[in-house]
């Protein structure tokens, strides 16, 4: 079955690029109706499906855009919190051009969402399943999706600075793991970096607070870090974001290396593009049991910083 909110919720923040306030409003949505964005500010015009062929290409975060030119940016935290949470309807309403950054992580997201609850609806859920596997690469970075029976994830990166280095982890996203494993993982960046961006008008909302930032061996942000391994998890939840794009739930594999949210969004246009390489099955009770967001509690989300 198909599952939706059973209450709305808010948030309330800056977006990390953009640095404008914004609320986003979480609402219960109709069997099939999918997961829908909608602009408050731009009228009949503000609809916009979160889906992978809305994607306008980029690095540095996941940007929707309809055929008016609206847009909605730093989509992927929330779209992973919504996905590792098990729903699959919603309507996300927004009244401005960025969600916000809020911790930069999932957490803030997931925590009001178990509290709210879920509703499962009367219509039968449909998942993807990966038949055959699907690589794309750029340079020494790729992307590759394969054959599973659930949701699985392997990430691993590499940098020079000694604060993150090279660090790798796979996981199944099985019966709420991201919600324990991955969530309150937040994104994280080089200070170098964040001179860079913000030379180029980008980066405005962002803090030591709501990213984890690093120079060399040292971490800047207050408290250090959330896990030994943050910054990968933190890759993985981008791509369980990313992968949510897909239009329901995936059945298969994916390894990430060195990868970002462009190349996630290539990954899934060409797995689409191959009509062999999946199939839409109908989810039965026991594959469901498997999907992430199954059997999840309050309880599993992780506990805000003191």
């Known amino acids: 079955m198909q599952t939706t909110l059973a209450h ?9 690029h953009s640095g404008r306030p914004a609320r986003l409003r979480l609402l219960p949505a109709p069997a099939d109706h999918g997961l829908v964005f909608r602009r408050t500010d731009m009228g009949a015009a503000g609809r916009i499906p979160a889906r992978w062929d809305r994607v306008e290409q980029g690095e ?23 996905a590792g949470c098990g729903i699959h309807n ?4 927004i009244d401005g051009p960025e969600v916000p950054i809020l911790d930069g992580s999932s957490a803030p997201f997931v925590a009001p969402i178990l509290t709210a609850g879920t509703r499962r609806q009367a219509a039968p859920l449909r998942a993807i399943r990966v038949l055959e596997p699907v690589e794309v690469r750029n ?18 990166i590499d940098f020079a600075d000694a604060a993150i280095g090279r660090q790798e982890k796979r996981l199944s996203l099985a019966n709420g793991t991201f919600v324990r494993e991955l969530s309150d993982s937040r994104t994280f960046c080089r200070r170098a970096d964040v001179e860079a961006m913000r030379a180029r008008g980008l980066a405005l909302g962002g803090t030591l607070e709501n990213a984890v930032v690093v120079d060399g061996a040292e971490v800047l942000s207050p408290g250090g870090l959330r896990h030994a391994d943050e910054a990968v998890r933190h890759k993985m939840l981008d791509a369980l974001g990313d992968l949510s794009l897909a239009g329901a ?17 290539v990954l899934l246009r060409a797995l689409f593009a191959r009509a062999s390489a999946t199939r839409e099955v109908e989810v039965d009770e026991t594959v ?8 999840i509690v309050l309880e599993d989300a992780p506990r805000p910083a003191a």
Do not use: Q
């Open 8 to 16: 709305p919720v808010a948030f309330d923040g800056v977006g990390l």
């Open 60 to 82: 540095l975060c996941t940007r929707i855009v309809n055929e008016a030119g609206v847009s909605v940016s730093t989509i992927e935290h929330v779209m992973a919190a919504v």
């Open 90 to 93: 919603l309507l996300l309403e």
């Open 139 to 156: 340079g020494p970075a790729y992307a590759r999706i394969e054959p599973a029976e659930t949701l699985e994830i392997d990430f691993s």
């Open 249 to 265: 739930p995936i059945l298969g594999r994916y390894t990430g290396v060195r990868a970002g949210h462009a190349l996630t969004n």
């Open 288 to 295: 469901l049991s498997r999907l992430p967001g199954a059997g």
